[in-house]
């Protein structure tokens, strides 16, 4: 009345009961009252706040209003709440936004639903117990035949002997698996570079000496080839009789005229004329003999 209030709007698609002179409160202060309600259409309703001037400062341009009830039973009200941002303060005759209030009707509508599914849910309960009750499917099965029961625990039981002796096999193989980086196994020796290196080398000379084998066997295959074509001296050896027997007896004669000759010398080392010459290599072998063993 005295200059001291200033005008700010805010709309609503539904008022929920708000009269003119209702409260309105910024962060829980009584700031100002509802000075007029406007009804633009269908959906849009206008609310004129008239609003302590001092408060105008603290009121942000992101502000939220929104309308409550004092109280559980008490009167509507329009409650501002500010807002979170860096925002410039409002000026007489600005509109903030607005929250619409959850209606009352809405709520029961809810509840309605919410009891109508839990009573549905309830009865499936019921029914659900009572056929594990009964030891009908197979829940009901599980707990009221002690068979199975029994059963079941064997079966847990075998399970977890499995996961042990499951368990000891990968601790076996992890300690097999880490034997192999050893130095003294065969693969921690094949790892080495060097040792793989020889293995090459070595692999390299067998190669080289299995490529020489075949040119030998492939030449020894030449030959017996040419022995049976009745090429060569082996072949006449082994094909012609008349041949090995002219050797054998060529071989005979040698040794008789061998034997002749020795019975010759010796007749000669007893003849007088050559008794001299065989008696002075005889010394000269004996003197070479003992100059042998002085050298030694």
Same mark, same amino acid.
């Given at each position: 009345?005295?200059?001291?209030?200033?005008?700010?709007?805010?709309?609503?698609?539904?008022?929920?009961?708000?009269?003119?002179?209702?409260?309105?409160?910024?962060?829980?202060?009584?700031?100002?009252?509802?000075?007029?309600?406007?009804?633009?259409?269908?959906?849009?309703?206008?609310?004129?706040?008239?609003?302590?001037?001092?408060?105008?400062?603290?009121? @942000?341009?992101?502000?939220?209003?929104?309308?409550?009830?004092?109280?559980?039973?008490?009167?509507?009200?329009?409650?501002?709440?500010?807002?979170?941002?860096?925002?410039?303060?409002?000026?007489?005759?600005?509109?903030?936004?607005?929250?619409?209030?959850?209606?009352?009707?809405?709520?029961?509508?809810?509840?309605?639903?919410?009891?109508?599914?839990?009573?549905?849910?309830?009865?499936?309960?019921?029914?659900?117990?009572?056929?594990?009750?009964?030891?009908?499917?197979?829940?009901?099965?599980?707990?009221?035949?002690?068979?199975?029961?029994?059963?079941?625990?064997?079966?847990?039981?075998?399970?977890?002997?499995?996961?042990?002796?499951?368990?000891?096999?990968?601790?076996?193989?992890?300690?097999?698996?880490?034997?192999?980086?050893? @130095?003294?196994?065969?693969?921690?020796?094949?790892?080495?570079?060097?040792?793989?290196?020889?293995?090459?080398?070595?692999?390299?000379?067998?190669? @080289?000496?299995?490529?020489?084998?075949?040119?030998?066997?492939?030449?020894?295959?030449?030959?017996?080839?040419?022995?049976?074509?009745?090429?060569?001296?082996?072949?006449?050896?082994?094909?012609?009789?008349?041949?090995?027997?002219?050797?054998?007896?060529?071989?005979?004669?040698?040794?008789?005229?061998?034997?002749?000759?020795?019975?010759?010398?010796?007749?000669?080392?007893?003849?007088?004329?050559?008794?001299?010459?065989?008696?002075?290599?005889?010394?000269?072998?004996?003197?070479?003999?003992?100059?042998?063993?002085?050298?030694?």
């Amino acid at each position: 009345m005295f200059g001291k209030t200033n005008h700010l709007e805010a709309v609503f698609n539904n008022v929920s009961g708000l009269q003119l002179g209702n409260n309105v409160r910024y962060s829980g202060i009584s700031v100002g009252t509802v000075r007029g309600i406007e009804m633009i259409n269908d959906t849009t309703i206008r609310v004129d706040m008239i609003i302590d001037k001092t408060i105008f400062p603290h009121i @942000k341009k992101d502000a939220i209003a929104t309308i409550s009830s004092d109280g559980l039973v008490g009167n509507m009200i329009i409650s501002i709440l500010p807002g979170k941002g860096n925002e410039p303060s409002v000026e007489p005759g600005d509109e903030i936004r607005s929250q619409n209030r959850i209606r009352t009707d809405d709520l029961l509508n809810t509840l309605s639903i919410t009891n109508k599914n839990a009573a549905a849910l309830t009865a499936n309960l019921l029914k659900i117990t009572d056929t594990i009750i009964q030891g009908k499917g197979t829940l009901g099965s599980l707990i009221n035949d002690t068979i199975m029961s029994k059963d079941m625990k064997e079966t847990m039981r075998y399970l977890k002997l499995t996961s042990k002796g499951t368990s000891e096999t990968v601790t076996k193989l992890n300690k097999l698996i880490t034997s192999l980086d050893n @130095k003294d196994n065969v693969v921690g020796v094949i790892k080495d570079s060097a040792v793989a290196n020889k293995i090459k080398k070595m692999v390299t000379n067998l190669n @080289k000496s299995s490529t020489e084998i075949d040119k030998v066997i492939t030449n020894l295959n030449a030959t017996i080839l040419n022995v049976k074509d009745g090429k060569g001296v082996i072949n006449h050896l082994s094909n012609d009789p008349q041949l090995v027997q002219k050797i054998d007896s060529t071989m005979t004669n040698i040794n008789e005229a061998s034997f002749r000759l020795n019975e010759n010398m010796e007749a000669l080392k007893h003849n007088f004329l050559f008794r001299g010459y065989f008696k002075k290599q005889e010394k000269a072998k004996a003197k070479a003999a003992k100059l042998n063993e002085i050298k030694k």
